[in-house]
């Protein structure tokens, strides 16, 4: 059974910092690409930054130059490093990744969403 789990969300102010933190754990293979996602109240999720195994990164518009991906295929760890954080990033951030496990076939899993609180 293939598990995500992120971590660090929480409240913080305008301008500041936050890194959210996303493992994996289970019987896994191999894992492909990852990304976060997000969902603001009354809006529809969507996707903030992908990585590739080759770390090749998307990004979407509004996070440019804010928030970093990176990944750590060592631990199945997939990171967001957000800064210059604005109250429109307010949202519930879910991580989500393309995995293989034992007697899996490759298939994308998600975690249970951190809540991202910017205000002052």
């Known amino acids: 059974q293939v598990q995500l789990v992120e971590s660090g969300g929480g409240l913080v102010q305008p301008g500041g910092s936050l890194r959210l933190s996303c493992a994996a754990s289970?019987?896994?293979?191999?894992?492909?690409?990852m990304a976060w996602h997000r969902q603001a109240p009354g809006k529809q999720r969507e996707l903030v930054a992908r990585?590739?195994?080759?770390?090749?990164?998307f990004y979407l518009d509004s996070v440019k130059g804010r928030f970093t991906i990176s990944r750590d295929n060592a631990k199945n760890t997939v990171f967001l490093q957000m800064m210059s954080l604005k109250p429109e990033d307010t949202a519930v951030y879910y991580c989500?990744?393309?995995?293989?496990?034992?007697?899996?076939?490759?298939?994308?899993?998600w975690g249970q969403g951190t809540q991202v609180t910017v205000s002052s």
């Open positions: 989500n990744a393309q995995i293989a496990s034992v007697n899996q076939p490759s298939r994308p899993y």
């Open positions: 990585i590739g195994t080759d770390s090749r990164t």
């Open positions: 289970g019987s896994i293979l191999a894992m492909y690409g």
